[in-house]
T-cell receptor, first 112, second 111 residues
Framework: DAGVTQSPTHLIKTRGQQVTLRCSPK?????VSWYQQALGQGPQFIFQ???????QRGNFPDRFSGHQFPNYSSELNVNALLLGDSALYLC???????????FGDGTRLSIL | GIQVEQSPPDLILQEGANSTLRCNFS?????LQWFHQNPWGQLINLFY???GTKQNGRLSATTVATERYSLLYISSSQTTDSGVYFC?????????????FGGGTRLMVKP
């Protein structure tokens, strides 16, 4: 039973570029959330997808966008990258409410 | 939004010692999770505990929802327990269920 998988594991970009991160949820899960974790801090909620629509969004600019596919996998897109976007990006999945969220191993994004 | 505070921020233990980590939150929540983030950045589920007490081996957790706090107990600590422990709370709003994390407790267990 595969858990939450994310790709790539590491990524290096330069300022102004665009990036796409990918996530496959745990088997049986239909809800995917994305979090950003800056160095030395706790993860911050970016947004959540359910039934291919953004259901909830945290305090992140429109440069951060996402998508969920019919197979429940998800992408996180970030445009016009800034140095401050350097972080560990975590994907979490769950099934419905009142269930634990399970996290992938993350994608480490470095902006030069 | 809801505030989540964890204490202590840093903790150094000798192998074999016991410890208690605390998580306070500012409003009522539907759910609470404890995570261990290892040095490689992996977030590992420890407990899903909206209320009551649970135990898993050397770890146990208690959440008192009415008083807005949760405790994580680590007994007979081992070097592999080192890392950052996060508490995260969930409020179901508008059909979404985002997690709000505390700042974490950084634990180092020395041999």
């Amino acid at each position: 039973d595969a858990g939450v998988t994310q790709s790539p594991t590491h990524l290096i970009k330069t300022r102004g570029q665009q990036v796409t991160l990918r996530c496959s949820p745990k088997s049986g899960h239909d809800t995917v959330s994305w979090y950003q974790q800056a160095l030395g801090q706790g993860p911050q909620f970016i947004f959540q997808y359910y039934e291919e629509e953004e259901r909830q969004r945290g305090n992140f600019p429109d440069r951060f966008s996402g998508h969920q596919f019919p197979n429940y996998s998800s992408e996180l897109n970030v445009n016009a990258l800034l140095l401050g976007d350097s972080a560990l990006y975590l994907c979490a999945s769950t099934q419905g409410n009142n269930q634990p969220q399970h996290f992938g191993d993350g994608t480490r994004l470095s902006i030069l | 939004g809801i505030q989540v505070e964890q204490s202590p921020p840093d903790l150094i233990l000798q192998e074999g010692a016991n410890s208690t980590l605390r998580c306070n939150f500012s409003d009522s929540v539907n759910n609470l999770q404890w995570f261990h983030q290892n040095p490689w950045g992996q977030l590992i589920n420890l407990f899903y505990i909206p209320s009551g007490t649970k135990q898993n081996g050397r770890l146990s957790a208690t959440t008192v929802a009415t008083e807005r706090y949760s405790l994580l107990y680590i007994s007979s600590s081992q070097t592999t327990d080192s890392g950052v422990y996060f508490c995260a709370v969930e409020r179901v709003l508008n059909a979404g269920n985002m997690l709000t994390f505390g700042g974490g407790t950084r634990l180092m267990v020395k041999p």
